[in-house]
């Protein structure tokens, strides 16, 4: 469990930071929690007090006195949920004394280079966190193992629409967060100018004119680049709410449809009221923005609020978050979510033990603990759990726990294209679990979104231009994936 303090109250402290900005100069820190005392209490903000360095992927150490190690290695290195792991860890100790887990952490913006090096070199990846577009592919080249067992222990049902992973019939990924990017609006500015809230697309494009340039300020904090997946989760809502997704449930090319066209045409029409700096963002880049007071708008999941809380809590009194307005089918009703996922190596040393520890680490009150570790954010994807979140106790629900029970209601209609495939299609929406297998060749190290954007903002091209050119890219990619994977057939 998350703690043994009754009111469960982890706001972040003063000065958090995003999981991403934690090691920035470090490809990666290799950190090994050993079991506490049965009655202690870890402190609240946990943060590794070695972190090793290394330049490419090696099997994490054992521990000392330890029988069994397990590597667990994850992006999520938020002082409080680094604190949820030491316990979780300590607490399991408890029932399996020779068993030690092992924490390493890696950035997202090396994920996929370190972890396709780990498999090359042999590491034990344990229990890792894989970027959702590479699942599909690394289940079949026989990287992963399946998980079935665990996901029907849950119960199928419990798993909030498209959360789930199954390739070739089988589950092969648990969900440990389903969020929903959403926007965060300063109330004094706007209404300092007499403009409302944004509900439609053309009210949210009014507020990023009036500001961009105004005292400095920057209109809207959003962006596009080359990080794999950023693009996806800007742009998905205009996609969205064109009415199209960026293929059918059948994997056939919807990109290239007219409204496409004017969804991409309403994404860089926003997009110039964005600082230029924006148009290779990372996430921190857009996060640390509109905190810094720069811009009267940002887009970003929970981890935004919760920093924002931390580092300048007086905007973050006089901010307040809404669904995003982005086109004319289900205005505000159709996200990105960001979904996060663990995953067990196929070639880990000790799998029986690996599946042990995570059926532990995200399951029953562990669950919901974790989730609230960056309130808002690690919304967690089991239903039993997110009807849970609402009546959570802690300083930053009592001050902010509106802006949490927004998010959780957008998080049903939050998704994403790599892992709900033709969910919205010829403006009929229905949420569904269907993984694009091929999401790693067209949203990993190679952006093809991100790349139509930043030839029509940064050089200039015409965006009908742009546009013809990135479906013709995403056709030809999909066409020859599907020709090397000939059984391939959807799970739709």
């Known amino acids: 469990m998350q703690s043994e303090d009754p009111t469960h109250d982890h706001t972040p402290q003063p000065g958090s930071i995003s999981r991403r900005q934690f090691l920035r100069t470090a490809v990666v820190g290799s950190l090994s929690f050993t079991a506490l005392a049965a009655c202690g209490r870890a402190p ?38 680094l604190d949820f792991y030491k316990r979780t860890i300590a607490s399991f100790q408890q029932q399996h004394p020779d068993i030690d887990v092992v924490v390493t952490l890696y950035q997202d913006e090396t994920q996929v280079q370190y972890l396709t090096t780990a498999f090359q070199t042999g590491t034990d990846l344990g229990i890792f966190a894989p970027p959702p577009a590479f699942i599909a592919q690394w289940a079949r080249e026989g990287n992963l193992l399946s998980l079935d067992p665990l996901i029907q222990k849950i119960g199928a049902n419990d798993f909030l629409k498209g959360t789930r992973v199954a390739v070739d019939g089988k589950d092969y990924a648990m969900p440990f967060q389903s969020n929903a990017s959403a926007l965060w609006v300063r109330k004094d500015l706007i209404e300092a100018e007499g403009l409302k809230l944004p509900t439609t697309y053309e009210d949210y494009l009014a507020i990023a004119k009036t500001f961009h340039g105004k005292d400095g300020m920057v209109g809207v904090s959003t962006g596009v680049g080359t990080v794999p997946q950023l693009t996806l989760q800007y742009f998905s809502p205009f996609i969205y709410q064109s009415g199209w997704d960026y293929f059918d449930k059948q994997g056939n090319l919807t990109f290239d449809k007219p409204e496409v066209l004017e969804a991409v045409k309403r994404f860089s029409e926003l997009l110039k009221y964005a600082s230029p700096g924006l148009y290779n963002a990372t996430y921190p880049d857009i996060l ?16 935004l609020g919760v920093n924002l809380a931390a580092k300048a809590p007086d905007i973050a009194a006089k901010t307040t978050v809404v669904p995003i307005p982005a086109g004319p089918f289900q205005t505000g009703n159709l996200f990105f979510g960001g979904i996060q996922h663990y995953v067990v190596s196929s070639k880990t040393a000790h799998p029986d033990e690996a599946l042990a520890f995570l059926e532990y680490l995200t399951t029953g009150e562990r669950s919901l603990d974790f989730a ?48 709900s495939m033709g969910s919205v299609n010829n403006k009929q929406y229905e949420k569904i679990s269907n993984v694009c297998p091929w999401g790693s060749q067209i949203w990993g190290s190679s952006q093809i979104d991100g790349t139509l954007f930043q030839e029509i903002l940064i050089n200039g091209k015409d965006p009908e231009a742009a546009w013809t050119a990135a479906s013709a890219q995403l056709k030809t990619a999909t066409e020859k994936w599907k020709q090397d994977n000939p059984t391939w057939k959807p799970v739709a």
């Open 44 to 81: 609240a903000a946990a943060e590794p007090t070695a972190a090793a360095t290394a330049g490419a992927p090696t099997a994490p150490a054992v521990s000392s006195g330890a029988k069994i190690s397990i590597p667990l290695f994850t992006t999520e290195n938020d002082p409080n949920t």
């Open 288 to 303: 640390n923005t509109f905190i810094a007071g720069r811009s009267p708008l940002g887009t970003f999941p929970g981890r």
């Open 372 to 419: 609230m570790t960056v309130p808002g954010h690690l919304l967690p994807p089991l239903e039993s759990v997110r009807k849970l979140v609402p009546a959570y106790k802690s300083d930053f629900m009592s001050k902010y726990g509106d802006w949490v029970t927004t998010l959780l209601a957008l998080a049903p209609n939050a998704q994403s294209p790599a892992l």
